[in-house]
Structures are given as structure tokens and as C-alpha cells.
């Protein structure tokens, strides 16, 4: 399987993804929105947007690992932020930076959206992770 990343000319520059992800492959894996909790599902780092992307983001590379994917067969993230503010960028970003190696991240990242939303489904949950993996 060969996913092949690429920002053509013409798009918005300096992102921290990609535009486009074009893959090849027959076997896909979708992980359900993750958000930050641990293997008891209890929340993890209550009012910090970094620590939760971060601890999100683990969550998305456990489930991955369990297919036999890893980040580079990603070829989509959507995040979901609550009560989402461009001053939050920062912060957001932080919590990507600091897994990004551990992880195998690829920055910049393959195509993503953030979606800023009311509420998730708990009170504490500030941020939500899919992803979409292509392999074979």
C-alpha cells in the first residue's frame, strides 16, 4: 500500500497538513472518534486542549497498531474541538507536536479538517479524533 501526500500549488500555503492524500490499497480502517481517556475509560488531563489532542492521538495510533497501520497509511483526521477559537490554534497544535515523533506523525500531517463544535459527549471531552487508514 502506498499513500502519497501533496499540497499542489494554488492551495492555502503553510498548513500543517497536507491538501491531498492519494492512496492505493484495498483494505480500509476506519477508527471511530477517539478523545482522552485511558484503557478504563477514565478522562484524561481535564482542561487542557494540548494533553487531551496528545492523549487523542494515542488512542488513534493504539487502534491503528491493532490493524497493522500506522500513521503513514492515514490519508485523513478530522478533529473535533469544543467552543473552538482561533486563539486556541496554539495549544492544539502543541498537543500535536509533542506526540508527533513518538507516534510516527507524519508533519505535516495528512489532510485533516478541525471542526469546532458546541459539546462532545461528556463535559470534559474538549477534542475528538477519526482517522482513515488505507492498506494492502
Given amino acids: 500500500m502506498s499513500v502519497r501526500l501533496s499540497s499542489p500549488q494554488g492551495m492555502m500555503p503553510s498548513t ?22 485511558n484503557q478504563d475509560g477514565a478522562p484524561q488531563k481535564p482542561g ?7 492523549s ?3 488512542n ?7 490493524t497493522g497501520a ?10 473535533y474541538v469544543t467552543g473552538w477559537a482561533p486563539e486556541k490554534i496554539d495549544a492544539f497544535m502543541a498537543g500535536i507536536d509533542s506526540v508527533a515523533e513518538e507516534l510516527a506523525l507524519p508533519l505535516p500531517m495528512p489532510p485533516a479538517s ?7 459527549f461528556e463535559p470534559d471531552v ?11
Avoid: C, K, N, W
Fill in 56 to 58: 487523542a492521538l494515542r
Fill in 16 to 37: 500543517p497538513y497536507h491538501h491531498v492524500a492519494v492512496a492505493a490499497g484495498t483494505r480500509h480502517v476506519y477508527i471511530a472518534g477517539q478523545v482522552a481517556t
Fill in 70 to 79: 500506522t500513521f503513514s497509511d492515514v490519508v485523513r483526521l478530522t478533529f
Fill in 126 to 136: 474538549l477534542v475528538e479524533v477519526e482517522a482513515t487508514a488505507i492498506l494492502d
Fill in 60 to 66: 488513534v495510533h493504539e487502534g491503528l497498531a491493532s
Fill in 114 to 120: 478541525l471542526i469546532g463544535v458546541e459539546s462532545l
Fill in 48 to 54: 487542557d486542549l494540548a494533553g487531551q489532542v496528545a
